[in-house]
């Protein structure tokens, strides 16, 4: 079967679409144009997004690539076109997922590469095509995509192909607004399956919770389950968190206005809006100081401490530590009452104050 497909003529291409007219079918019956809130800007830029991705930054890199073969490697091209096909597939895959795994969590950590993916995490609703919010520049530098035209480039056109729409069926789905995995959360003869699948590929619940608004969320994790089609990368590197629900709230906790312009050429065109990250004027300050910070907590509450000392609402965080290594401290108190909370950033008991900031007074 799968040889008489591959026989095919743009066969990936057919499957892709297919894939996307799959789920914004069942998102256009599941309610969702009706109930969105999106606004005119989110659908331009997520429109847009896709179609430059793959009319113009994808054969773009892809031109480039068999142009540099072809004068530094011309006795590489094609080279794989008899391999093995699995292996050449497996390779491609399991290449490419853990590049983009590494570029993603490497976007959540750098200021500058924050700002190209900050779009994609502004999106207040789940839905397939906020898998393609991300800014020109984001997609242009983007290393898997290098590596697939490196793949084509070496004869594996045709195990590119089947990836390609394995790896969208599992992108796109993940982001999609349709949980197809709830019901296996739901009934108990179903959970081994989702048990053993969810820590193999990405499922919606592991993917809506990097997109949760908040880790005060018991199904958010912002920072955290950085994969796209395999799960193993988070779990290999510590950075995976896996729920059996969906956040309430999706997108930033810092709400700023960006036209889709700012959003997709950004840092060519900034934005006007002074309070966001997009805006030439835009600064992010240290906030910690060298002392602490005393706030009525209470007994049972969850709260985030920030870490990072950019909070604007210290001593707890505010979302300012995206684009840097920092994560937020969640924690519950075991008291009502007031409660010293270090601000210096540099307590061996955080979030708690153990008065540090005397030393670094002196
Ligand atoms: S603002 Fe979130 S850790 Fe500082």
Same mark, same amino acid.
């Given at each position: 079967?799968?040889?008489? /497909?591959?026989? $095919? +003529?743009?066969?990936?291409?057919? !499957?892709?679409?297919?894939?996307?007219?799959?789920?914004?079918?069942?998102?256009?019956?599941?309610?969702?144009?009706? %109930?969105? @809130?999106?606004?005119?800007?989110?659908?331009?830029?997520?429109?847009?997004?896709?179609?430059?991705?793959?009319?113009?930054?994808?054969?773009?890199?892809?031109?480039?690539?068999?142009?540099?073969? %072809?004068?530094?490697?011309?006795?590489?091209?094609?080279? /794989?076109?008899?391999?093995?096909?699995?292996?050449?597939?497996?390779?491609?895959?399991?290449?490419?997922?853990?590049?983009?795994?590494?570029?993603?969590?490497?976007?959540? #950590?750098?200021? =500058?590469?924050?700002?190209?993916?900050?779009?994609?995490?502004?999106? #207040?609703?789940?839905?397939?095509?906020?898998?393609?919010?991300?800014? =020109?520049?984001?997609?242009?530098?983007? &290393?898997?995509?290098?590596?697939?035209?490196? $793949?084509?480039?070496?004869?594996?056109?045709?195990?590119?192909?089947?990836?390609? $729409?394995?790896?969208?069926?599992?992108?796109?789905?993940?982001?999609?607004?349709?949980?197809?995995?709830?019901?296996?959360?739901?009934?108990?003869?179903?959970?081994?399956?989702?048990?053993?699948?969810?820590?193999?590929? $990405?499922?919606?619940?592991?993917?809506?919770?990097?997109?949760?608004?908040?880790?005060?969320?018991?199904?958010?994790? &912002? *920072?955290?389950?950085?994969?796209?089609?395999?799960?193993?990368?988070?779990?290999?590197?510590?950075?995976?968190?896996?729920?059996?629900?969906?956040?309430?709230?999706?997108?930033?906790?810092?709400?700023?206005?960006?036209?889709?312009?700012?959003?997709?050429?950004?840092?060519?065109?900034?934005?006007?809006?002074?309070?966001?990250?997009?805006?030439? #004027?835009?600064?992010?300050? %240290?906030?910690?100081?060298?002392?602490?910070?005393?706030?009525?907590?209470?007994?049972?509450? @969850?709260?985030?401490?920030?870490?990072?000392? +950019?909070?604007?609402?210290?001593?707890?965080?505010?979302?300012?530590?995206?684009?840097?290594? !920092?994560?937020?401290?969640? =924690?519950?108190?075991?008291?009502?009452?007031?409660?010293?909370?270090? *601000?210096?950033?540099?307590? *061996?008991?955080?979030?708690?104050?153990?008065?540090?900031?005397? %030393?670094?007074?002196?």
């Amino acid at each position: 079967m799968i040889k008489s /497909l591959l026989a $095919i +003529k743009n066969f990936d291409v057919y !499957f892709v679409i297919g894939i996307i007219i799959f789920f914004s079918l069942l998102e256009t019956v599941s309610g969702f144009l009706k %109930n969105s @809130n999106r606004k005119k800007d989110d659908w331009i830029q997520e429109i847009l997004s896709f179609v430059i991705l793959g009319n113009l930054i994808k054969p773009l890199i892809v031109f480039f690539v068999f142009s540099l073969g %072809n004068i530094f490697l011309p006795e590489y091209r094609f080279v /794989l076109t008899d391999s093995n096909f699995t292996g050449v597939l497996l390779s491609y895959l399991l290449v490419d997922d853990l590049i983009q795994y590494w570029y993603h969590r490497t976007a959540h #950590e750098t200021e =500058f590469l924050w700002k190209l993916h900050r779009p994609h995490h502004q999106a #207040e609703e789940m839905g397939y095509f906020v898998s393609y919010r991300n800014a =020109f520049i984001y997609y242009l530098v983007m &290393p898997n995509i290098w590596w697939v035209a490196l $793949i084509l480039f070496l004869g594996g056109a045709k195990a590119v192909a089947l990836g390609l $729409i394995l790896k969208q069926l599992v992108i796109i789905g993940s982001h999609s607004r349709i949980k197809w995995d709830k019901p296996f959360y739901q009934y108990a003869l179903l959970q081994p399956i989702i048990k053993v699948l969810e820590r193999i590929i $990405i499922t919606p619940a592991f993917h809506h919770s990097h997109h949760g608004t908040s880790k005060l969320e018991l199904s958010s994790d &912002p *920072n955290g389950n950085f994969g796209n089609m395999l799960s193993i990368w988070d779990q290999l590197f510590g950075t995976a968190t896996f729920h059996s629900s969906y956040p309430s709230a999706y997108g930033l906790l810092q709400k700023t206005n960006d036209s889709w312009k700012a959003s997709y050429f950004y840092p060519l065109i900034k934005s006007k809006d002074k309070t966001s990250e997009l805006s030439a #004027e835009f600064k992010k300050l %240290n906030t910690s100081t060298l002392n602490s910070i005393t706030v009525p907590l209470t007994k049972g509450e @969850n709260y985030l401490w920030c870490a990072c000392g +950019k909070s604007k609402t210290q001593p707890f965080c505010d979302g300012s530590h995206h684009g840097t290594k !920092f994560k937020p401290l969640k =924690f519950t108190v075991k008291r009502d009452g007031d409660i010293k909370l270090c *601000n210096c950033k540099k307590s *061996n008991r955080s979030p708690f104050c153990d008065d540090k900031h005397l %030393n670094l007074l002196n």
